[in-house]
């Protein structure tokens, strides 16, 4: 490892110049100092990887980077050449995309006129609408340009914020976790295309806290903490325990997945059919399943195969279901709202961070009021000494990094919210927890304590419903594994028989077959075992 950044010699007849110099950068803010000093290179056709822990200064180095934010000292060379980007218009002229962690799409409008926002008025909307149906076909990455917004789910969101950087054919195309909600098929095709155009001279300077895909793709990193550059290195030649060490001090403890017998059924799932809320949803037909007491039961699949309307469903939000065909704790719930499913101990932490899981605006202890009401007196008046006591001890618990109990949301790093608002939940001490993407966006540190948290949770005889499209996550975590398919949910499987490839299978709605295969080698063990019984008896 090297304690300053990869840079050609300077003077040397001939030399490119890197495609990106960043000197000194400095960022403050009134109750941070989120860079320090930030030095950086990154060549043409490099991929470079940019690593550090939840509230390491990552993002807003990137966001300097595209213009969005301006740095208080330092310098920025592109091409070689001095630059001051001021806003994201200069930056997308010099041929910097950038695809950010929070999306920026307008909810209400479609996606082609969100991506068509995003590019010079050269191009009239039909054309971008054709351009963009060619580049998710070329890429993988389907999506329909007629769709309004506000119907995608998130992995269909990002897959937007992809392409509409692509259609700017960049020089310096920045990613901040791009691949959080992609399959192992879709990521894998997601570094075809990276790879693809790192060889035609484009760099890419990545984000993420994968630190098996850092390895796999990157050819440089540099990481930071608390602000600063500790260093850059060779991320092929480093292993994922040496990259911990680098990001956050130490290794992420391991996980203690002891097994346990599972106790009573407190979600029942039966025969929930449910007709799609817009025309862009999706059907949920037939599904059945159940959680038990003390387990964690997973639910695996592509972003947009009915996910949302399921959660929905099990949340409350959607309150359209037959009674008796979501049970909680026994009682048919199927038409209840989220505080009466509250009651019988349910509790939910929904994908969408910002406008769902917290009010951006409000600080993190009356963001507790959106679903714990314990500093509320009976006379309606909020204890607001309770409350602020009670939003510290979880910021201490999980370890947040926010400025106290009354920082905005919004002020929060996304895996420092996510470690709050999943936190918030399980402190509840819940009966059931349903969770969705529990660790996107969130660092290895902070992952594996929110892991750790959830199996805990699950030891003390909570039933946990995990809906996620991280594998690695479901099958570190998980008792059983189900995956879900253009409304379809397959037969659980024991996370012992699951692999990566079959469930990758099972994702493109190919589980018939091998259930029927499955099923026939049983039949054939038993039929094998009688045989051995009867000569043996005889």
């Not at 995309?97 to 909810?107: E, I, T």
């Not at 309004?148 to 259609?167: C, D, F, K, N, W």
């Not at 796999?216 to 930071?224: D, G, P, Q, S």
């Not at 106790?263 to 959680?291: C, H, K, M, N, Y």
């Amino acid at each position: 490892m090297s304690s300053t950044p990869f840079s050609h010699p300077p003077g040397l007849p001939g030399a490119v110049p890197p495609r990106l110099q960043l000197a000194g950068i400095t960022k403050r803010y009134p109750a941070v100092v989120a860079n320090s000093g930030v030095s950086l290179a990154v060549q043409p056709g490099e991929i470079h990887a940019v690593l550090g822990e939840n509230g390491a200064g990552k993002s807003t180095l990137m966001k300097i980077i595209y213009g969005s934010v301006k740095p208080d000292e330092g310098s920025v060379h592109f091409n070689g050449q001095p630059v001051q980007v001021r806003n994201p218009q200069e930056a997308r002229a010099l041929g910097i995309a950038m695809v950010f962690q929070h999306f920026s799409l307008f909810d209400t409008l479609t996606v082609a006129e969100n991506v068509w926002l995003g590019l010079d008025r050269r191009h009239a909307l039909a054309e971008v609408t054709q351009r963009i149906t060619a580049k998710a076909s070329e890429y993988g990455l389907d999506i329909d340009p007629l769709r309004p917004v506000h119907t995608l789910s998130v992995g269909e969101m990002q897959r937007v914020e992809i392409i509409r950087a692509l259609l700017t054919d960049p020089q310096l195309l920045i990613l901040d976790e791009p691949t959080s909600v992609l399959t192992p098929q879709a990521v894998e095709k997601l570094f075809v295309v990276l790879r693809k155009l790192a060889s035609e001279g484009c760099s890419i300077l990545y984000i993420s806290h994968k630190l098996h895909e850092i390895r796999a793709l990157c050819t440089a990193c540099t990481v930071l903490r608390g602000g600063k550059v500790t260093g850059v290195c060779n991320p092929a030649e480093e292993s994922n325990a040496s990259l911990s060490r680098m990001m956050i001090g130490a290794e992420p403890p391991a996980l203690q997945h002891r097994a346990v017998q599972a106790g009573a059924t407190v979600l029942r799932v039966d025969g929930l059919s449910l007709p799609r809320a817009d025309q862009f949803g999706v059907d949920l037909i037939d599904l059945q399943f159940e959680v038990r007491a003390g387990e964690v039961v997973g639910i695996a699949g592509v972003s947009g195969n009915g996910q949302k309307e399921l959660l929905y469903a099990l949340s409350g939000e959607d309150a359209r279901a037959e009674p008796a065909s979501i049970q909680v704790a026994g009682q048919n719930a199927g038409r209840m709202g989220p505080a009466q499913r509250r009651a019988l101990g349910l509790h939910f932490v929904p994908e969408e961070r910002l406008g769902r899981g917290a009010v951006p605006t409000m600080g993190l202890a009356h963001n507790l009021l959106l679903t714990r009401t314990d500093a509320v007196a009976g006379s309606g008046w909020i204890r607001v000494g309770a409350l602020q006591a009670h939003a510290r001890a979880i910021i201490e618990r999980f370890n947040v990094k926010a400025g106290g109990p009354d920082s905005a949301a919004k002020s929060l790093s996304g895996g420092n919210l996510q470690k709050f608002i999943v936190g918030r939940e399980i402190d509840a001490n819940p009966k059931l927890l349903i969770v969705s993407q529990p660790t996107w966006g969130v660092d290895v540190g902070a992952a594996a304590q929110i892991r750790g948290e959830i199996l805990a949770l699950r030891d003390a005889g909570c039933a946990v419903l995990v809906v996620s499209e991280e594998l690695d996550e479901l099958f570190e975590i998980c008792d059983r594994l189900h995956v879900v398919a253009k409304g379809h949910l397959s037969p659980s499987v024991p996370r012992a028989e699951a692999t990566v490839e079959r469930i990758g299978e099972w994702m493109s709605g190919l589980w018939h077959a091998d259930v029927q295969a499955h099923l026939a080698r049983n039949r054939e063990q038993l039929a094998q075992l009688t045989q051995e019984a009867q000569h043996a008896q005889a």
